[in-house]
């Protein structure tokens, strides 16, 4: 699952947090089966997760979809996306900040 922005994960990158939030988006992929995508446009219809995933009106996630939730996570970790998630977590409340080392 990667997104159009492939070419700002580079060693070189400008913004190493672009790099962090597609890693944990690769990361979070690994661990749900299937895929968090796949668990994410589908809901629960029975006791037994896995075998029972009832699709909702968009069926099953398209590469076009993956495509651009990856892209949108990426963002999240932008410049422009982070301030994004500071301004919407400080209306409810919550305040980011940096880990001292």
């Given at each position: 699952?990667k ?52 699709w ?46």
């Amino acid at each position: 699952m990667k997104g159009l922005h492939k070419h700002r994960l580079k060693k070189e990158c400008d913004n190493p947090r672009e790099v962090v939030f597609y890693k944990e988006w690769q990361k979070e992929n690994k661990i749900h089966t299937p895929d968090l995508l796949t668990l994410l446009f589908s809901i629960e219809d029975g006791s037994d997760v896995l075998q029972r995933r009832k699709w909702l009106a968009l069926g099953p996630p398209t590469k076009r979809d993956q495509i651009a939730v990856a892209t949108v996570i990426q963002w999240l970790g932008s410049n422009v996306g982070f301030d994004f998630l500071s301004s919407a977590l400080e209306r409810c409340g919550y305040k980011i900040m940096k880990v001292k080392p």
